[in-house]
């Protein structure tokens, strides 16, 4: 059973930064994909960013604040969120994707980040 955990959501002010992680475990498959989602109230949950073996993929409205890396080792996914927006709260979710004959999609619990004016 994959189980992600993530840490490291909280309140900040417009202009600060936030660091999220995500640890997975129970994965005996090759992960192809991690990433980061994120959801507000009544809107669809939506990309932030991922991080495959091939390289990194960004939401435009988080291109150049926002950096994605992994530590293979532990299967954690990080987030480095730099310059946080009001826009930018929602709550976040980690994700982690299984490429096989189907494609199997894991979520963590999510977590919130709050970014005040």
């Known amino acids: 059973q994959v189980q992600l955990v993530e840490s490291g959501g909280g309140r900040v002010q417009a202009g600060e930064s936030l660091s999220l992680s995500c640890a997975a475990s129970?994965?005996?498959?090759?992960?192809?994909?991690m990433g980061w989602y994120r959801q507000t109230p009544g809107k669809q949950r939506e990309l932030v960013a991922t991080?495959?073996?091939?390289?990194?993929n960004y939401a435009d409205s988080v291109k150049g604040r926002f950096t994605i890396s992994r530590d293979n080792y532990k299967n954690t996914v990080y987030l480095q969120m730099n310059s946080l927006k009001p826009e930018d709260t929602a709550v976040y979710y980690c994700?982690?994707?299984?490429?096989?004959?189907?494609?199997?999609?894991?979520w963590g619990q999510g977590t919130q980040v709050t970014v005040s004016s």
């Open positions: 129970g994965s005996s498959f090759t992960i192809d994909s």
């Open positions: 994700n982690l994707q299984i490429v096989g004959p189907e494609v199997f999609n894991f």
């Open positions: 991080i495959t073996r091939g390289g990194t």
